[in-house]
């Protein structure tokens, strides 16, 4: 038998504590019949569509959903909320896009205190990734490990290699699994130019304790010695394995989706991918290695000796918001659906149904979705040492200037010194302008 509106709303406990009807913010919204939320195509597109589905099904609101793909999404976004636009009520941000608009969304700490919402079932750093200076902008719907790595385990155990813990070991398994006559390559990375670059080599250099921009705040430039140093390293390793073979020429094009093509069709032996990707991997319908691939952290144990500073994992996805122009009664209704996504229901079905990163430890910890989701443990223990990178309003500068660094490097134009001493020195110019602006 179906409930209504108000069954549910009184019903969902501790999924969505506070809107059991009674309550003055819940009383307030009932005028709003329909919301409308910005999602994206693919990617976190299908989960949240999920999510929205059930919440919609559940209360009775109407929630209109449009889909803009990746590459176009952050314009598409910062247009709504630089026009003061009323069009969404619901967005979303990549935790890399949240100090470029943290100014337009809605503050949600208010009404975290005000619903009594638990933080604990996040992951601590995720949760705290969710504000800027202060500023909540977003709950956590989507999260991953931005470089978790895939490995084909059958080729590590006939060649008896072991998960590498630094890029030495990385490109010397790299070697030993390129095989010409099998057309297999030791590695595969989306080195296609501006974001996917700049991603990968945050990738690389946050395990080691690796930063651009100093923490916490992130309004300077880290010391070049040792983290420029550091990057120089990573570009000499990038460059060697292509050079030499073990990774496809074509890597200079390829981006997201190229990457896990290839590593599906047994292309790679090796590669870095978001961690929802694990699925597609597994899915014996669409890949060719399902049930052959192995999951780590990448670089999980780098020797002391080796480390710059304490580490990190190269965290991404997406925190659910709200666009601070609507009306406030609207505003009301947007967080109770948002509210919902990130609850265990909604995040359960959104990761078993759609390859949704769970934002909820319960979730990460359900066996539901560990049976699913064989790299679940690395995922778990990356998740506590969460770092979004790079957040700040330069971000998409920043990420340009090292992008066409990386490209220098790897087409030969420049060496790997020269290439990051400039991009340092680009980057500090950067933040030294936002800082007078």
Request: hydrophobic share 40%; no cysteine.
């Given at each position: 038998?179906?409930?209504?509106?108000?069954?549910?709303?009184?019903?969902l406990?501790?999924?969505?504590?506070?809107?059991a009807?009674?309550?003055?913010?819940?009383?307030?919204?009932?005028?709003?019949?329909?919301?409308?939320?910005?999602?994206?195509?693919?990617g976190?597109?299908?989960?949240?569509?999920?999510?929205l589905?059930?919440?919609q099904?559940?209360?009775?609101?109407?929630?209109?959903?449009?889909?803009?793909?990746?590459?176009?999404?952050f314009?598409?976004?910062?247009?709504?909320?630089?026009?003061?636009?009323?069009?969404?009520?619901?967005?979303?941000?990549?935790?890399?896009?949240?100090?470029?608009?943290?100014?337009?969304?809605?503050?949600?700490?208010?009404?975290?205190?005000?619903?009594?919402?638990?933080?604990?079932?996040?992951?601590?750093?995720?949760?705290?990734?969710?504000k800027?200076?202060?500023?909540?902008?977003?709950?956590?719907?989507?999260?991953?490990?931005?470089?978790?790595?895939?490995?084909?385990?059958?080729?590590?155990?006939?060649?008896?290699?072991?998960?590498?813990?630094?890029?030495e070991?990385?490109?010397?398994?790299?070697?030993?699994?390129t095989?010409?006559?099998d057309?297999?390559?030791?590695?595969?990375?989306?080195l296609?130019?501006?974001?996917?670059?700049?991603?990968?080599?945050?990738?690389?250099?946050?395990?080691?304790?690796?930063?651009?921009?100093?923490?916490?705040?992130?309004?300077?430039?880290?010391?070049?010695?040792?983290?420029?140093?550091?990057?120089?390293?990573?570009?000499?390793?990038?460059?060697?394995m292509?050079?030499?073979?073990?990774?496809?020429?074509?890597?200079?094009?390829?981006?997201?989706?190229?990457?896990?093509?290839?590593?599906?069709?047994?292309?790679i032996?090796?590669?870095?991918?978001?961690?929802?990707?694990?699925t597609?991997?597994?899915?014996?319908?669409?890949?060719?290695?399902?049930g052959?691939?192995?999951?780590?952290l990448?670089?999980?144990?780098?020797p002391?000796?080796?480390?710059?500073?304490p580490?990190g994992?190269?965290?991404?996805?997406?925190?659910f918001?709200?666009?601070?122009?609507?009306?406030?009664?609207?505003?009301e209704?947007?967080?109770?659906?948002?509210?919902?996504?990130?609850?265990?229901?909604?995040?359960?079905?959104a990761?078993?149904?759609?390859?949704?990163?769970?934002?909820?430890?319960?979730v990460?910890?359900?066996?539901?979705?560990?049976?699913v989701?064989?790299?679940?443990?690395?995922?778990?223990?990356?998740?506590?040492?969460?770092?979004?990178?790079?957040?700040?309003?330069?971000?998409?500068?920043?990420?340009?200037?090292?992008?066409?660094?990386?490209a220098?490097?790897?087409?030969?134009?420049?060496?790997?010194?020269?290439?990051?001493?400039?991009?340092?020195?680009?980057?500090?110019g950067?933040?030294?302008?936002?800082?007078?602006?």
């Amino acid at each position: 038998m179906g409930i209504n509106r108000r069954q549910f709303l009184g019903s969902l406990g501790g999924v969505a504590a506070g809107l059991a009807m009674g309550d003055p913010f819940a009383e307030s919204a009932q005028g709003v019949q329909q919301l409308s939320a910005l999602i994206q195509k693919g990617g976190a597109g299908p989960p949240a569509e999920i999510a929205l589905s059930m919440y919609q099904e559940r209360s009775g609101m109407k929630i209109v959903m449009t889909p803009v793909p990746w590459e176009a999404q952050f314009e598409k976004t910062m247009v709504e909320f630089i026009g003061k636009s009323t069009t969404f009520d619901i967005l979303s941000a990549n935790h890399g896009w949240s100090g470029a608009m943290y100014r337009f969304f809605e503050d949600l700490e208010p009404y975290v205190r005000k619903y009594n919402v638990d933080g604990r079932p996040f992951p601590k750093n995720a949760w705290e990734a969710g504000k800027w200076k202060g500023r909540r902008i977003g709950l956590p719907f989507r999260l991953g490990v931005g470089a978790l790595f895939y490995y084909r385990k059958d080729l590590y155990e006939k060649k008896k290699l072991s998960v590498p813990n630094t890029f030495e070991e990385l490109v010397k398994n790299a070697e030993a699994l390129t095989s010409p006559r099998d057309n297999i390559y030791g590695f595969g990375s989306q080195l296609g130019g501006d974001p996917n670059s700049f991603l990968d080599l945050q990738s690389w250099h946050l395990p080691y304790g690796g930063r651009i921009l100093k923490d916490p705040d992130q309004e300077e430039l880290a010391p070049f010695d040792p983290h420029g140093e550091l990057m120089i390293k990573i570009l000499k390793a990038w460059k060697q394995m292509l050079d030499r073979g073990w990774m496809p020429q074509g890597i200079l094009t390829w981006g997201i989706l190229d990457v896990l093509t290839a590593f599906q069709q047994g292309l790679i032996a090796q590669a870095m991918m978001f961690s929802p990707r694990v699925t597609l991997v597994e899915d014996p319908s669409k890949s060719k290695v399902a049930g052959k691939a192995g999951y780590a952290l990448l670089f999980p144990k780098v020797p002391a000796k080796d480390s710059v500073g304490p580490r990190g994992d190269k965290g991404d996805g997406w925190n659910f918001g709200i666009n601070q122009w609507i009306p406030d009664e609207r505003k009301e209704a947007a967080f109770k659906a948002v509210q919902f996504m990130v609850g265990r229901e909604a995040q359960l079905a959104a990761a078993i149904k759609a390859a949704n990163g769970p934002s909820r430890i319960d979730v990460l910890e359900d066996p539901q979705f560990q049976k699913v989701y064989p790299a679940w443990k690395p995922l778990r223990d990356g998740l506590e040492t969460f770092h979004s990178g790079v957040s700040v309003p330069e971000q998409p500068k920043i990420s340009k200037v090292v992008s066409d660094r990386i490209a220098n490097v790897l087409l030969g134009r420049e060496k790997p010194e020269d290439a990051v001493k400039a991009a340092w020195k680009e980057m500090d110019g950067i933040m030294k302008e936002a800082k007078r602006g």
